[in-house]
Structure formats: C-alpha cells, structure tokens
C-alpha cells in the first residue's frame, strides 16, 4: 500500500480522516489489533513538509472588545496578512494557504463579528473603515514594520483603505474580485445615514435572542442559497467550519453578528476614494472574477483603475474564469499568480 499517498489523503480531507479515526477506534475496541502491531513508514520530508503547511495554527489577537482570531500557515516567514469578504471568515484563504511558498507566512483573521473573533460592542454600528484600524491593531500586535497585504471583497476594499493610509507599510497589495469599495453620491448620504441608524436600533432588539437552529444538511443549502452561485457546496462547508457552530442538540446555528446585516452609518464619495487611490505606492495585483459581481458602473471602474496604475509602484489588472470566490472554490487558478507577484516585483 503507498502509505505516503494514503496518508496525506487521510490529512487533507476532514471527512475520510474522521471515519478513518472512527473505524480504527472500532477495530482497537472490537480487538482486531491485538495482534502484530502494524508499522507505518515515516513520511518523507515532501510530505513533512506539505503536511506542516496545510496544518495552520490558530491565533488570537487580544483587542478591547475581546479578540480577533485567525490562523496561520508557516509561521515565521515574510508575513501576508490574508483578509476576508463580507460574512466570510479566515478559512476563505484554506485553499491558498498551503500552497504559498515556503517562506511566505500567512495570517488569516476572522474580521470582528464574524468567525471566531468578538462582536463589535452592543450600540456600535458596523462600519467599514473601521476595519482600517483593525488591520493596524493586528501589526502592532507583531510588531510588523511592513507587510503585504491579500484581501478578497471586502477585505480587499479594506487592504486598499489600509495602504492608502499607511503606504509607508503595504509592500504589495493583492485584492481578488474586487476594484473599489462602493461609493455613495454626497446627495444621498442623509438618507442612508437614517436608514442604517434604524437598521441598528432594529438589529439590537433581537440581540441576545436565540439563533435560529438547523441541521447540517439545511444549514450548508442556506448557506449556498444566501452566496448564489458564487460557492461550492466543499467551499461552503469550509467558511461554515468558523461560521457556525453545533450546539447540544447536534443542530447548527451561525455565529456572525448581527449587526454586519446593517448599513454603514457613512461612505465615501468617489471623490474621496480616489484621493486614497492616488496614496497607494505599493505594488498591486488586483485579479477579476469572469462571473464576480460588478457594483457600480464601469466608467468609475475604469477611472480608479488608471489612478491606480499611476499610483502604485506596480500594476498588474488579471481576469479569470470564475465566480466571485474562485480563489476559495479553484485555488489553482490563481496561486500561480499570486506566486509570480510576490516573487517577481518589487525585489
């Protein structure tokens, strides 16, 4: 039997590997190994080395409203801080992670309210610029001079808030599926201002109340049926690993806070927007999903994408054939490109 193929199938698959602990378990109790004991060869280093990337190590990151958790993979090399969409959480990177180079560690958070990490306190409105400063709260934590950055969505609208801001400590910003945060017209604002204060003072009411509670089978199709097409049913089994939990009666309930279903109380105008993209000095990668979600108009698409090439050190805009999680769903797609990117520019 090739132990060494059977064995880092048995670790990278969640699923054989329980029965494979479950069916050893019965066999120790029924006495089927009583005889001999079987010996199984060590694995070779490639193995070894496969097998520690693809095993992160959990973290927990201390702030004042509890913690931000997260994982990561390599501990100990440059570092990558990996950042995740709109109710998502840090297993958005699971299929990237092990197959960075050796010498590239990446951290993967749970932003606030979702995953593992704590809820924003009770009465504070969710807001996405917040996430600027949870992002400096995590290099303070490790003390990073510099960093770079790998955001998808959301958390790729956040790495470009976060380098605009400090471009003295973003080497290279990579964003999947996403080319801006969505802007609003000033004209407009008053209206959505009072439309996310009731969102909140709706949402508080049923803060505390009981989650409501599935079984697995329901929870993976209403996860599939809230993200579209966009996830595969393996896809949405990984973010439900930090997105939901079991409870005592073996029913799921997700753990997001409620309060990320809510508006921001304020946006920027794409005028601000594009004073923040003219700060960029990094090198970038921003890589489009074919079937990924388009926001607003392509005329203000085009318009931040050439400020970003005159901005950033470097500028690379690649399509691929995907949905709006193709780098969770087919990570082979676009590791080669983030590999090229981190070894290629700005050496």
């Excluded at 590997?17 to 479950?22: A, G, I, P, S, V």
């Excluded at 995590?138 to 808030?161: C, K, P, T, Y």
Aim: hydrophobic content about 40%; some cysteine; glycine content about 8%.
């Amino acid at each position: 039997m090739d132990w060494k193929r059977f064995l880092y199938i048995v670790h990278e698959d969640e699923d054989k590997r329980h029965l494979f602990q479950k069916v050893m378990l019965r066999r120790i109790l029924n006495g089927f190994l009583s005889g001999p004991v079987l010996t199984v060869p060590a694995l070779s280093h490639q193995y070894q080395k496969m097998s520690s990337q693809a095993l992160p190590k959990e973290i927990s990151i201390p702030v004042p409203y509890g913690h931000i958790a997260g994982k990561i993979w390599n501990e100990g090399g440059y570092p990558i801080l990996g950042l995740h969409g709109w109710m998502d959480n840090a297993g958005t990177w699971d299929g990237i992670g092990p197959l960075l180079p050796s010498d590239v560690s990446l951290i993967s958070i749970d932003f606030p309210g979702h995953g593992h990490s704590s809820h924003s306190p009770a009465g504070v409105p969710s807001h996405f610029m917040n996430l600027v400063v949870v992002i400096e709260r995590v290099l303070r934590h490790f003390g990073w001079e510099e960093v770079s950055l790998l955001g998808h969505s959301m958390g790729g609208g956040a790495a470009m808030m976060y380098a605009a801001t400090f471009p003295e400590k973003v080497k290279k910003l990579m964003v999947m599926d996403f080319i801006k945060p969505m802007s609003v017209m000033p004209c407009n604002q008053p209206e959505k201002t009072a439309l996310a204060v009731e969102q909140l003072l709706k949402i508080e009411k049923i803060l505390g109340s009981t989650a409501p509670m599935y079984d697995y089978n329901t929870i993976v199709e209403r996860m599939l049926k809230s993200y579209g097409n966009s996830l595969t049913e393996k896809s949405a089994k990984i973010l439900l690993k930090r997105g939901s939990k079991q409870l005592s009666d073996g029913l799921h309930s997700f753990t997001y806070d409620p309060k990320l279903k809510g508006s921001s109380i304020i946006s920027l105008t794409f005028e601000q927007q594009k004073a923040f993209a003219e700060r960029l000095k990094c090198d970038m990668l921003l890589i489009k999903a074919t079937s990924g979600p388009l926001y607003e108009s392509q005329e203000l698409y085009d318009e931040i994408i050439e400020i970003y090439g005159k901005s950033t050190r470097s500028f690379q805009y690649i399509t691929v054939e995907g949905t709006h999680h193709v780098h969770l769903n087919q990570p082979e797609k676009v590791v080669p490109l983030i590999k090229d990117f981190i070894q290629n520019t700005g050496n």
